[in-house]
Every structure is written in C-alpha cells, then in structure tokens.
C-alpha cells in the first residue's frame, strides 16, 4: 500500500492528464461539438467495451492474436539468437551472410505480407512467418552487438584459466551479453505485436486487427476505437511483463536498478 | 593435471624482446630481458609507465604470444595461457553475474567434484578474509575486497607462479597499504613464486625479495636490487630510504634528478 500511495505522488501527472482529456472529450460529445458517427464519447466506447468483454469478443479475438504473436516471436527469436551467435563469433558465416543480410534486413516486414499470402494463403502460416521475420532481425541485431560487445577483459580472465570454447561461451559471452539480448527481445516482440496487426488487416478471420476491419465494413466506429487502444494496452502490458522478467533474471544488473 | 601443486619450479625468462607494429613502424618495448626468479621468490618489477613491464607479465602468463626469447616454467617452454600461471589484473575483473563463491570457482577446472570444489572455494574465501561476502555480487564489495576475490580466483588453482600486473594502482592509498600487507600473508601462506609489476617504488621494495628496475622504452633491465630487510618491512627504516634512495637515483638519473639540491 505505501508503495502504491509514492508512486501516485511521483506519477500524479501520469493520471491526472488522461482523465483531464477524456472530460473535455466527453464534455465535447455531450454538447454535440462532435459527431458521434466520428468519435463517439468515452462513455459510450467504455459501454461497447464492456459489451465486447462481456460477450467474450474482444478477449477471443485479442487472445487469437498473442498466440500467434508467442508462436511466431518464438519462432524468430530462436532463430534470430541461433544465427546472431554464428554471426557474432564465426568471421566467415558473417562474411558470407554480409550482403544477403544487408538487403533483406531494411524491408520492412508489411512488404513481405503480400508474398506470404501468395506463397502460403491466409492461414495462420503466413500471419506466424510475418511474425517470425519481423522479430527475427530485432533479436539478431542485437545478438550480434551485444556478443562484439562484451568487454575483452572478461574473455581473457577465461583464457588465462584455460577455459574450453564452450565454457567461454556459456558462462562468459552469453551471460555478458543478456542484458543487450533482452533490450533486443523487448523491441523484437513489439515488433511482433506491430506485423500481426498489420497481417491481420490486410486478410484473416480472426485476431484483433480482424475485428477492426470487420467493424469498419459494418460502420461501428466505436468498435473500431476499441479495439485499436485495446491493441496500445495490450502492447503496455507485455511490456511491463517483460521487464519483470528481466529483473528477475539479470538481478545482477546494477544499472536496471537505477533506473 | 598433476602439475598442480607439484614441486616448485624456477621462472626462467632468456633473451625477451618485443616490439609492437604502429601503422607500418616498429616500436620496440622490450630489449633483452634476462631475468630468473626461484621458487618462492618475491620479485618486483618496477619501470617508468609504457615501458612494457604489464607486456613482459602479459608474455610469462601467455596472453602475448609474439616475441623473440624464451621462457621457462622448469623445463615447460611458455607457449600459451595455463593454470600453472595465475594473474591479477589492475580491475579485479569478476563476472558481475556470478555470486563472489562462484566467481571464485569459476577458477577452478572440471576435474574436481562438487564436494571438492566447494571446499576449495571456501578455503579460499578463508584466506582472503571474504567468508562472509560468498553469496553477495560483486557490485555489493568494495574495490578492495573484489581484488581480494580476484587474488583467490587466482589462488585456487594453486598456481607455481601468481602475476600481478599492477594489482593495487587502482585503490585508495589507505586501502592499498593493507592489500600490500595482505599479499605478504598470503605469499607467506601460500608460498607460490610471485611477481609483481607496479610504479610505486614503496610498494616495490616493501613486497619484494628482489626489485628489477626497468629503463625507458625498449626497456631493458636496467638493476636488479636486492631487498634485504626482514618482515614485517618499515617503509621509515634507514635502510628502507636508503633503499628508495638508490632506486630514485636509478630511475631518473638519465631524466634529471627531481630532488637536486641547490643553496
């Protein structure tokens, strides 16, 4: 409870300008300053959410769309982890990967939707590979800087100590290079989260981006609202989730807790 | 792995030379280094900063590689890193990942078994005085304290020789006088050959049985001084400052003499 009671002290701000907005846009709807056909009022968007929850809707949808998030980020982080390690500390796999790489990784991952839809229809293979691409160059990124990054003094302790390739790089490259891993999972899985809205945008018959676009046809422009900031909250959460992840698993960390 | 702990061996180094390459020069650091330290010896090693004397350590523990002459552990040609050499680098170097126990233990090589290894840890923890602290991070120590850990990470292998490479520079002088007499308890305990590289002539002949004085670059050993003053040393002796006194004389008699007297 007190740790409750200093963080609304610190971050009174944090709330106080939301709900100050929400009023004037409230208050705007109600005096009819805007079509409702447009932008209902918060209240009534809150009522169709609750509507959506209720029905079970919004969560069947939204619930579709995180497993396929969590298959597809599965999928391209292993990978991306797989390769970033070859890349990192075999000169000759980065050598001959150089230039592929160099061209595929600026594409953005919308691009490939239509290809996928070609090649594998608009079945969950294709939504998971979007996905699996999108995440993939994130995590490699940072794989690879992290390992060239970690300190060549930690790496000579273990030469000195004639330790074998394999211990090097399991109790001294990887865990020195976890916490740049992590920032690259963080950013990877929003990344995920980003592509399987797109791809369900453009052709599906379920997830959340579904539910909007099927709302769109139909005009129900409140449904439509809800579930683009169900999508932001979504995104918060998985956030957060993931830092509590991170804490726990890099206690060692000084500069995490700091910040 | 039955060198470990086998009979005392004498350090050997014939002939060393090294220069680096810059661009497309040659710079030469080291001329001619003869130098033989017996088992159990103390022997500091002391020279002005960039004349090479952390390469020279970096060459006896196997990290450097390239060079002209030779060096010998016994009969054993140094041809690369090995356990029979431990190091201390200036920054103590720990694995901010690994508890202080484990850090310790990572020394250590697979051929021991659980129980051993933890008994050596232990031992070890003991003897640099962190029994206490086997669970804390290293962030969680003092900068003395986390070279004390590096000292027993160093240790645990029973090394015939332990290099310190500047082990202190980098700790308050308080702090620095009590590693300095934690390392002749140690030394004392132990009883491995050690040698040591530092730029503080204090430091250099309170530790050392034998101080090299090392010349600017290509550094050649210049003197060899012999520190007879028995332990516990007090560094306001006579024949402390005396000591200090030749070695002053030797280090900046080809600069200028920082001290010369006028009237």
Same mark, same amino acid.
């Given at each position: 409870?007190?740790?409750?009671?200093?963080?609304?002290?610190?971050?009174?701000?944090?709330?106080?300008?939301?709900?100050?907005?929400?009023?004037?846009?409230?208050?705007?709807?109600?005096?009819?300053?805007?079509?409702?056909?447009?932008?209902?009022?918060?209240?009534?968007?809150?009522?169709?959410?609750?509507?959506?929850?209720?029905?079970?809707?919004?969560?069947?949808?939204?619930?579709?769309?995180?497993?396929?998030?969590?298959?597809?980020?599965?999928?391209?982080?292993?990978?991306?982890?797989?390769?970033?390690?070859?890349?990192?500390?075999?000169?000759?796999?980065?050598?001959?990967?150089?230039?592929?790489?160099?061209?595929?990784?600026?594409?953005?991952?919308?691009?490939?939707?239509?290809?996928?839809?070609?090649?594998?229809?608009?079945?969950?293979?294709?939504?998971?590979?979007?996905?699996?691409?999108?995440?993939?160059?994130?995590?490699?990124?940072?794989?690879?800087?992290?390992?060239?990054?970690?300190?060549?003094?930690?790496?000579?302790?273990?030469?000195?100590?004639?330790?074998?390739?394999?211990?090097?790089?399991?109790?001294?490259?990887?865990?020195?290079?976890?916490?740049?891993?992590?920032?690259?999972?963080?950013?990877?899985?929003?990344?995920?989260?980003?592509?399987?809205?797109?791809?369900?945008?453009?052709?599906?018959?379920?997830?959340?981006?579904?539910?909007?676009?099927?709302?769109?046809?139909?005009?129900?422009?409140?449904?439509?609202?809800?579930?683009?900031?169900?999508?932001?909250?979504?995104?918060?959460?998985?956030?957060?989730?993931?830092?509590?992840?991170?804490?726990?698993?890099?206690?060692?960390?000084?500069?995490?807790?700091?910040? | 792995?039955?060198?470990?702990?086998?009979?005392?061996? &004498?350090? &050997?180094?014939?002939?060393?030379?090294?220069?680096?390459?810059?661009?497309?020069?040659?710079?030469?650091?080291?001329?001619?280094?003869?130098?033989?330290?017996?088992?159990?010896?103390?022997?500091?090693?002391?020279?002005?900063?960039?004349?090479?004397?952390?390469?020279?350590?970096?060459?006896?523990?196997?990290?450097?590689? #390239?060079?002209?002459?030779?060096?010998?552990?016994?009969?054993?040609?140094?041809?690369?890193?090995?356990?029979?050499?431990?190091?201390?680098?200036?920054?103590?170097?720990?694995?901010?990942?690994?508890?202080?126990?484990?850090?310790?233990?990572?020394?250590?090589?697979?051929?021991?078994?659980?129980?051993?290894?933890?008994?050596?840890?232990?031992?070890?923890?003991?003897?640099?005085?962190?029994?206490?602290?086997?669970?804390?991070?290293?962030?969680?120590?003092?900068?003395?304290?986390?070279?004390?850990?590096?000292?027993?990470?160093?240790?645990?292998?029973?090394?015939?020789?332990?290099?310190?490479?500047?082990?202190?520079?980098?700790?308050?002088?308080?702090?620095?006088?009590?590693?300095?007499?934690?390392?002749?308890?140690?030394? #004392?305990?132990?009883? &491995?050959?050690?040698?040591?590289?530092?730029?503080?002539?204090?430091?250099?002949?309170?530790?050392?049985?034998?101080?090299?004085?090392?010349?600017?670059?290509?550094?050649?050993?210049?003197?060899?001084?012999?520190?007879?003053?028995?332990?516990?040393?007090?560094?306001?002796?006579?024949?402390?400052?005396?000591?200090?006194?030749?070695?002053?004389?030797?280090?900046?008699?080809?600069?200028?003499?920082?001290?010369?007297?006028?009237?």
């Amino acid at each position: 409870m007190k740790k409750i009671g200093s963080w609304l002290r610190e971050n009174l701000l944090a709330l106080v300008v939301p709900i100050l907005l929400l009023s004037v846009w409230e208050a705007a709807g109600q005096l009819g300053w805007i079509r409702a056909a447009l932008l209902p009022r918060p209240s009534a968007i809150a009522q169709v959410l609750v509507e959506l929850i209720a029905s079970g809707e919004l969560f069947i949808h939204l619930g579709i769309s995180i497993l396929r998030v969590g298959q597809g980020f599965l999928i391209g982080a292993f990978l991306g982890v797989l390769v970033g390690v070859q890349i990192a500390l075999v000169k000759k796999f980065r050598i001959a990967l150089s230039l592929i790489f160099g061209v595929l990784r600026p594409i953005p991952v919308i691009a490939w939707i239509p290809v996928l839809i070609l090649w594998m229809g608009i079945d969950e293979g294709s939504k998971i590979t979007v996905i699996a691409i999108g995440s993939f160059w994130t995590v490699l990124v940072s794989v690879v800087q992290g390992i060239r990054s970690v300190d060549k003094k930690y790496l000579e302790v273990a030469t000195i100590l004639e330790k074998d390739q394999k211990t090097l790089l399991t109790k001294v490259v990887l865990p020195a290079a976890l916490p740049a891993i992590f920032t690259g999972v963080r950013v990877g899985i929003d990344v995920a989260w980003r592509s399987v809205v797109a791809a369900e945008l453009i052709a599906a018959a379920s997830g959340i981006g579904y539910m909007i676009m099927y709302a769109r046809e139909l005009s129900q422009i409140d449904v439509v609202l809800v579930g683009v900031l169900s999508i932001g909250l979504t995104g918060v959460l998985i956030d957060q989730l993931l830092l509590l992840l991170e804490k726990r698993l890099l206690k060692w960390n000084v500069n995490l807790h700091e910040s | 792995m039955s060198m470990i702990a086998a009979s005392p061996q &004498t350090l &050997t180094i014939k002939g060393l030379s090294k220069r680096f390459q810059i661009d497309n020069d040659f710079v030469e650091v080291l001329n001619d280094i003869d130098l033989e330290v017996t088992p159990g010896e103390f022997v500091s090693i002391i020279g002005p900063s960039g004349c090479g004397k952390s390469t020279l350590l970096r060459m006896v523990a196997g990290l450097e590689q #390239e060079y002209q002459g030779e060096i010998y552990l016994g009969d054993e040609l140094i041809k690369g890193p090995r356990v029979n050499r431990g190091m201390v680098f200036q920054e103590a170097r720990l694995y901010p990942w690994l508890t202080i126990e484990n850090n310790v233990a990572f020394g250590l090589g697979h051929h021991h078994s659980a129980e051993e290894k933890k008994r050596i840890v232990a031992e070890h923890l003991e003897l640099v005085g962190l029994s206490s602290f086997a669970k804390a991070y290293p962030h969680q120590l003092s900068g003395g304290m986390q070279q004390r850990v590096s000292i027993a990470r160093a240790l645990v292998n029973r090394p015939q020789v332990l290099l310190l490479d500047e082990p202190f520079g980098a700790l308050d002088a308080m702090t620095r006088i009590s590693m300095q007499q934690e390392i002749i308890r140690i030394w #004392e305990a132990e009883k &491995t050959t050690i040698l040591l590289v530092t730029h503080d002539i204090d430091e250099a002949i309170f530790l050392g049985d034998r101080v090299v004085v090392m010349s600017k670059r290509p550094a050649t050993a210049k003197a060899v001084i012999p520190i007879d003053l028995p332990r516990p040393r007090d560094r306001n002796s006579y024949e402390f400052v005396q000591v200090r006194k030749t070695i002053y004389s030797n280090f900046f008699s080809e600069v200028e003499v920082p001290f010369s007297y006028s009237i």
